[in-house]
């Protein structure tokens, strides 16, 4: 089974971005996320875009061995940011995915690296920033398994692996 493990941080950092002000961000000029739609999406709806940024991956010791994150950031006019990092995985089954919920960079967890990165990130674009929080609530972690490749088809695959799919969504082998 081959996929990739989301992490998602999302910061609330201001009452608004201007984000036609942010022209670099971390030595790179954002550009808008785009959602690749199909034929069946209605063209009469805009698709909301955040200023991105992809950062080169980072080849790191964790405490799942050596990985390698590749680092993206979203601005949005909101007064949103979001740090993500993606973690290709190659495992036999489910239950191995598990200790990806507490991935350790070194020998901190992951999201005290996106902490780092969210103010490096603050501090490149306050000047379009309005009303910064001083005082910002704690990080919102997600953590999304995208399997790819389950070498079946995919409802059987699913009838098959239940119990484990449960299990690995609650953190249990």
Known sequence: MKGTVVYLFAFDVANEIKTELVTEVLFQ???????????????????????????????????LG????QPHVKIFDVGAIS??????????????????????????????????????VTDNIKGAMIKPNKDRSVVEAYTAFCISEVGASVPDWITAHRAAIAGLLNEES
């Open 29 to 63: 000029k954002p550009f808008p996320f785009e959602i690749r739609l199909g034929v069946a999406a209605p063209r009469d709806v805009p698709v909301y875009a955040p200023l991105t940024v992809r950062l080169k991956p980072l080849v790191c010791v964790s405490n």
């Open 83 to 120: 740090i993500s990092y993606e973690v290709a995985f190659e495992k036999a089954s489910l239950a191995e995915l598990v200790p990806y919920h507490r991935l350790q960079i070194g020998d901190e967890p992951l999201a005290m690296l996106a902490e780092r990165l969210a103010l490096e």
């Open 66 to 69: 050596p990985v390698s994150i």
